[in-house]
T-cell receptor, first 118, second 111 residues
Framework: GAVVSQHPSWVICKSGTSVKIECRSLDFQATTMFWYRQFPKQSLMLMATSNEGSKATYEQGVEKDKFLINHASLTLSTLTVTSAHPEDSSFYIC??????????????FGQGTRLTVV | SQQGEEDPQALSIQEGENATMNCSYKTSINNLQWYRQNSGRGLVHLILIRSNEREKHSGRLRVTLDTSKKSSSLLITASRAADTASYFCATFNQAGTALIFGKGTTLSVSS
């Protein structure tokens, strides 16, 4: 099946620093990728839709200047958490759908990144 | 934004028993999907049911969809300890781009 690789799987950073998380589709192209955030024992909350070659679309309440998204190629999207604070500590998950299937099909998920800001 | 509710929030059963999880959603849908998440991991797609389907099977999984009630159920038969995970239903947002997830059911299967 299709594979989405997310890196790193965990990261600890100091307050005020920035952290970059990568999401790669390994065996398919994805014009659109999605970033979610998940707090402990809660569901996934959509943060933004990442579009290759254009600006990301952010969900209401998500600060675009804090969560920078770059979708530089058809297989790579990055999420940068800028000036991280302890409240940004969370589990971040990316997902993508195969461009070849198109339409409303299943999504493939990365393994997630556990961010801890100290 | 959350698509809807799932119940129960948590379910504990013994191996061999069946587990039923329910999901309700708010908007009209093209399809509804179920995903599984092991603790601290990404999600794995289990099954997709289209709006014109009422029931679908995949191995030990059985999914039903009632569009008139805007609800779906996931049945796992003859559960195993390895089925211990969180299960989420998901539907597409109004733009038809991103999946929106329900609150999930945490299933614990003890041997």
């Amino acid at each position: 099946g299709a594979v989405v690789s997310q890196h790193p799987s965990w990261v600890i950073c100091k307050s005020g620093t920035s952290v970059k998380i990568e999401c790669r589709s390994l065996d398919f192209q994805a014009t659109t990728m999605f970033w979610y955030r998940q707090f402990p024992k809660q569901s996934l909350m959509l943060m933004a839709t990442s579009n290759e070659g254009s600006k990301a679309t952010y969900e209401q309440g998500v600060e675009k200047d804090k969560f920078l998204i770059n979708h530089a190629s058809l297989t790579l999207s990055t999420l940068t958490v800028t000036s991280a604070h302890p409240e940004d500590s969370s589990f971040y998950i990316c997902s993508a759908r195969d461009d070849r299937t198109g339409g409303l099909t299943e999504a493939f998920f990365g393994q997630g990144t556990r961010l801890t800001v100290v | 934004s959350q698509q809807g509710e799932e119940d129960p929030q948590a379910l504990s059963i013994q191996e061999g028993e069946n587990a039923t999880m329910n999901c309700s959603y708010k908007t009209s849908i093209n399809n509804l999907q179920w995903y599984r998440q092991n603790s601290g991991r990404g999600l794995v797609h289990l099954i997709l049911i289209r709006s014109n389907e009422r029931e679908k099977h995949s191995g030990r999984l059985r999914v039903t969809l009632d569009t008139s009630k805007k609800s779906s159920s996931l049945l796992i038969t003859a559960s195993r300890a390895a089925d211990t995970a969180s299960y989420f239903c998901a539907t597409f947002n109004q733009a038809g781009t991103a999946l929106i997830f329900g609150k999930g059911t945490t299933l614990s299967v003890s041997s």
